[in-house]
């Protein structure tokens, strides 16, 4: 899957004031990315707001989004959950053309024992139509896949790779010495994927690349020193992203920056006046 390495970008879902999908800014978004030299988009990640979207709308994301890339990039479509069936049964509805592969988080809430994570996904990928690329975040989903675990699920022919967001180098470490050579080690951390590419990663699935797609470009694909100098630039606006959770500072960002609106969806609520003057200020230094 060479066409899924370096720079995906876990797209954001734009909304016009009343929350409906504002369809114009996420054609912008689109374009925008692409001009940036994103490597492929990741529709209805975490970051797209997934959990606040209905099943109609998420279609019609996808479709809309599978339109105007045109084939210009490959997408990746986020399916997921901590319901295996209602998993299965998303993949049994969900017309995979278009579609390069999928993304599914870990389940969440259940915790489950590693054991029942190798059932979930072995299931998962029974199923599925297209490649599917594991999700690690820890901090969302309150377990962790562990090294044995992807290890062992790396062994599935339909399973070609992991976003791993532990932020435990020495995790992705062991996973880079042990993984099959055509697993996607792929980080799901903005400023340590220069060091996860330094030990042997294929790149990263973004929340701040939405704002800086070129950013990403040269720390995903110039050289060792001119990815970290790229990284240096993130240090301070980085932290801010998820200081109100994402993606209501990527949004922020984005609206400073002219690409589209910064309407998120309740739960969430859009940056508070403090976040939004400290990633003002922090943009410029970008």
């Avoid at 054609?27 to 606040?52: M, S």
């Avoid at 890339?69 to 399916?79: K, M, S």
Wanted: net charge negative; charged share 20%.
């Amino acid at each position: 899957m060479k066409n899924l390495k370096g720079t995906g970008v876990a797209m954001v879902t734009p909304f016009n004031e009343d929350y409906s999908i504002n369809y114009v800014e996420a054609e912008q978004l689109i374009n925008h990315l692409i001009k940036g030299g994103a490597d492929y988009l990741v529709i209805q990640g975490t970051t797209g707001e997934t959990a606040t979207l209905t099943k109609e709308e998420k279609r019609s994301v996808l479709k809309h989004a599978i339109e105007v890339t045109a084939n210009r990039l490959p997408i990746v479509y986020g399916i997921g959950g901590n319901n295996t069936q209602a998993v299965l049964d998303e993949i049994k509805d969900t017309d995979f053309k278009g579609i390069s592969a999928i993304l599914s988080v870990s389940p969440y809430y259940n915790k489950p024992s590693q054991d029942g994570i190798i059932a979930h996904f072995t299931a998962i990928a029974d199923a599925s139509p297209v490649p599917v690329i594991l999700y690690n975040v820890p901090g969302r989903t309150m377990s962790n896949l562990t090294a044995d675990t992807i290890i062992t699920l790396a062994a599935h022919d339909n399973i070609i790779g992991i976003k791993e967001a532990s932020g435990n180098l020495e995790q992705c470490m062991s996973i880079a010495a042990q993984r099959p050579d055509s697993f996607l080690l792929i980080s799901g951390d903005d400023l340590l994927t220069t060091s996860m590419i330094a030990i042997g990663a294929d790149g990263v699935i973004s929340v701040l690349a939405n704002a800086y797609p070129d950013i990403f470009k040269t720390i995903c694909h110039g050289s060792i020193e001119e990815s970290k100098e790229a990284t240096f630039r993130l240090l301070e606006i980085n932290p801010l992203m998820y200081a109100e959770s994402n993606p209501v500072g990527v949004k922020n960002l984005l609206m400073h920056l002219g690409v589209c609106g910064d309407q998120v969806r309740l739960p969430l609520l859009r940056a508070s006046k403090e976040l939004d003057q400290k990633i003002n200020a922090a943009m410029e230094k970008v």
